[in-house]
């Protein structure tokens, strides 16, 4: 076949494969260009989950009718005009081909009304037939109705899922453009029936409270902050309220949707330690930086981005969500009720995701049992009592003075029960000691190397070509945290010093050095050399901590409990899982019957 150019149709087709994937990403480009004409209310329509009909009407500027044709022409836009306009976007759109794409692959019909005009005009476009414009009657603003998406492209209507999941597509896009753009009322409707209607307010916090649910609102922090020109401000949630995908984590910058897994894993090291490395935070953050920091023109739908210094945006973000955690009290509160147990610690209220259901959804039901408690398994692990570490600096003086003057109860060796302010505190005396151990570990390493203990005899293990190859990987990691591995011929290895830390609290070095090796192996080289500290520590920490099972004397409890005031994190320990977790006073008043 010989070369040649494609007719225009042909074009917009192939364009729309990028642009077009599925009926939200109509509603997407639509939504987006009301947002630019500047409406104030939006409203949607849906039918067969967008597959049968989409209709958006906005109040915005409105298209002149001479200009109509264009609007749905390739490559026509009136948000750009030079090239120095592309590297400072500050409308949603600007590639000029969302219009053309769409109504080369459905039955599309654009009524517009400028504000000052006489008369509205419409045009019909229909695959390669165009009708119109032609005059009309309509209200100042633009509504585009979308029929029978891809009813020239089959395959790519089969490839469509179920209409409740694309229903539940378009439901998030409103979603995560209502929430950059609190000032603009959104409704969505689905066959008449209304699922989504966001009034117009100048409160972000409020809007995005009436999309993540208002029931939510203690379960969130505010973060807000900014560094190196990023200004960083979102709700981010409490780490009881993790989840076990990301994309509860929504990202905006400058107003628009974005997907970016340089903030994600921000997010997710600013969380590290509170939540468990699976699961990830809900959150709704919002980025403010200049757009000429940002390349947005990389990605047909616009939602990947590129920043000119991406060290700098993880940096804010890290900050941002950081500073936000760390005041906050994260002790998650334990629900009793009569009957079965309902636990709030790891429970998640229900995504607001649209699928079959409704928005806004309450946290009904949400209960999740905890796991039992296996006495047996604790007894069992009952070892010869470590000895509790003292801490070596004098303890807090600030010490509550309830906690001081209270009793102080270890049950089954492993749990630990006092009061607080707020009501009843069950403390898990393992997972506690970890994270007190972990954090000391992190401050005196962040100083300098860890002290070491020179090892009289030198524990020889013997090792595969695996093992010794990560001796020279994590060699660095080793200096820094007190560690002397040294080869000993073509197959064993010699430990020569051992971390203090360790030493004292009875840790053996053969297996914790086979473990970190393993470790070392399995993860390959990391570039995240911090990461790898941290879990490192994490594993000396847990290797040194008290066990369940320990008996503890009141000194030693006391000691304990202490240090929960004093470091950082003490809500969970350092796998995420919690430390401690609070039976109110109201909700004892509740259970028994006096509130
Ligand atoms: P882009 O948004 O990238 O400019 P589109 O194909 O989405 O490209 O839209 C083409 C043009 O049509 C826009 O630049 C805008 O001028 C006009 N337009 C589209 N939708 C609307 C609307 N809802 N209100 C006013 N103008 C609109
Ligand atoms: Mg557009």
């Not at 969302?98 to 459905?106: C, E, G, H």
Request: net charge negative; aromatic share 4%; with cysteine.
């Amino acid at each position: 076949m010989p070369i040649r150019v494609l007719p225009s149709h042909l074009v917009n087709q192939i364009a729309a494969g990028e642009v077009v994937e599925r009926p939200a990403s109509v509603v997407k480009e639509l939504v987006e260009n009301a947002i630019d004409a500047k409406a104030t209310r939006i409203d949607v329509t849906m039918e067969g989950g967008g597959r049968d009909l989409i209709r958006v009407t906005d109040d915005g500027g409105g298209i002149p009718e001479d200009e109509l044709l264009l609007a749905i022409a390739a490559h026509a836009t009136s948000k750009i005009s030079t090239p120095e306009d592309l590297v400072a976007i500050r409308t949603m759109g600007f590639r000029g081909e969302a219009l053309a794409s769409i109504a080369s692959v459905a039955r599309v019909s654009i009524l517009s009304r400028q504000r000052n005009a006489q008369a509205a005009a419409e045009l019909l476009a229909e695959g390669e037939t165009v009708t119109g414009p032609r005059p009309a009657s309509g209200p100042p603003g633009t509504t585009v109705c979308v029929r029978t998406l891809f009813f020239n492209t089959p395959a790519r209507r089969k490839f469509l899922k179920s209409e409740a999941t694309e229903a539940g597509k378009i439901g998030d896009v409103i979603e995560s453009l209502a929430l950059a753009h609190p000032q603009v009322s959104f409704s969505l409707r689905s066959e008449q029936r209304l699922i989504l209607d966001l009034p117009a307010t100048d409160d972000p916090k409020r809007r995005a409270l009436e999309v993540l649910g208002r029931e939510l609102e203690s379960k969130f922090l505010i973060a807000d902050g900014s560094d190196g020109g990023i200004t960083v401000w979102g709700l981010i949630g409490l780490p009881e309220l993790a989840k076990p995908s990301a994309r509860h984590i929504r990202i905006h910058l400058n107003g628009r949707p974005v997907v970016d897994r340089a903030i994600l894993h921000a997010m997710r090291e600013a969380y590290r330690g509170l939540i468990e490395p699976a699961r990830s935070p809900m959150a709704v953050l919002f980025l403010e930086m200049d757009p000429r920091e940002v390349d947005v023109n990389v990605h047909p739908a616009k939602t990947e981005v590129r920043f000119r210094q991406p060290a700098l945006v993880r940096q804010a973000v890290l900050r941002g969500v950081r500073r936000a955690l760390k005041d906050a009290d994260l002790v998650p509160e334990f629900h009793v009720s009569t009957g079965s147990t309902q636990a709030a610690p790891f429970a998640a209220p229900r995504g607001t995701g649209l699928g079959a259901q409704s928005y806004g959804a309450s946290m009904t039901g949400q209960a999740v049992a905890p796991a039992p408690m296996v006495y047996s398994e604790i007894v069992a692990r009952l070892g010869p009592k470590p000895p509790v570490e003292t801490p070596s600096e004098p303890a807090p003086a600030l010490v509550p003075t309830m906690v001081r003057a209270v009793e102080i109860l270890q049950v089954h060796a492993s749990f630990v029960v006092t009061q607080d302010e707020q009501g009843l505190l069950i403390v898990d005396q393992h997972a506690l000691h970890e994270r007190v151990m972990f954090e000391k570990l992190l401050e005196r390493v962040s100083q300098g190397p860890l002290e070491r203990q020179q090892l009289l005899l030198p524990v020889i293990l013997a090792v595969g070509g695996p093992e010794l190859e990560a001796v020279a990987e994590i060699a660095p990691l080793c200096e820094r945290i007190g560690l002397e591995l040294v080869p000993a011929g073509p197959r064993a290895l010699a430990i020569q010093a051992f971390p203090s830390f360790l030493f004292e609290r009875g840790v053996e070095p053969g297996p914790f050095v086979r473990e970190l090796l393993a470790k070392a192996v399995d993860d390959g080289t990391r570039d995240d050399t911090e990461a790898a500290l941290a879990e490192t520590l994490d594993m000396m920490a847990c290797k040194a901590a008290i066990k369940a099972g320990d008996r503890l004397s009141l000194e030693e409890l006391r000691d304990l409990l202490a240090w929960r005031e004093r470091v950082d994190r003490s809500s969970n320990c350092p796998h995420g899982r919690p430390t401690s977790l609070r039976i109110s006073i109201r909700d004892l008043e509740r259970q028994f019957g006096r509130g």
